[in-house]
């Protein structure tokens, strides 16, 4: 993923990037220091079993804004709905659905993807998903 605009005018984002598929539980990737135009590779990967006929996959980046002696009490959790921002932390989210069924012969495959978020904090997310049958 490449971090877009950080959302901070003098330095790096403190960011967490939320990952999630479905309706499986989020992973999380940092907190790290990321500057506008750098790129990270959370290489974050989910299975599911038995998936239905589509799937939607979220992502959610935060940059911590909190300054020492702060007091916060929004939490750190995803929400992965949309964005904004509060004297605790900026934020943007978004989701794509993908499909995982594919007729004729070749079941099996591969696909890439790409999400675009923009917003107080803004990045691009380049991914891959793979289906697999097993009998």
């Given at each position: 993923?490449?971090?877009?605009?950080?959302?901070?005018?003098?330095?790096?984002?403190?960011?967490?990037?939320?990952f999630k598929v479905g309706t499986q539980q989020p992973k999380s990737f940092g907190e790290m220091q990321v500057s506008t135009d750098s790129s990270v590779y959370p290489n974050t990967t989910f299975t599911v079993e038995?998936?239905?006929?589509?799937?939607t996959l979220y992502v959610e980046g935060q940059d911590n804004d909190?300054?020492?002696?702060q007091?916060?009490?929004n939490g750190t959790a995803p929400s992965f709905n949309g964005g904004g921002s509060n004297s605790c932390m900026d934020w943007a989210s978004g989701q794509i659905t993908v499909h995982t069924d594919q007729s004729g012969f070749?079941?099996?495959?591969?696909?890439?993807?790409?999400?675009?978020?923009?917003g107080y904090l803004?990045?691009?997310v380049y991914g891959t998903f793979a289906v697999s049958y097993i009998p």
């Amino acid at each position: 993923m490449t971090v877009t605009d950080d959302s901070d005018d003098l330095n790096a984002c403190d960011c967490t990037f939320w990952f999630k598929v479905g309706t499986q539980q989020p992973k999380s990737f940092g907190e790290m220091q990321v500057s506008t135009d750098s790129s990270v590779y959370p290489n974050t990967t989910f299975t599911v079993e038995n998936a239905p006929s589509s799937l939607t996959l979220y992502v959610e980046g935060q940059d911590n804004d909190v300054d020492f002696g702060q007091f916060c009490t929004n939490g750190t959790a995803p929400s992965f709905n949309g964005g904004g921002s509060n004297s605790c932390m900026d934020w943007a989210s978004g989701q794509i659905t993908v499909h995982t069924d594919q007729s004729g012969f070749g079941e099996e495959f591969s696909e890439s993807f790409t999400m675009v978020q923009i917003g107080y904090l803004e990045f691009h997310v380049y991914g891959t998903f793979a289906v697999s049958y097993i009998p």
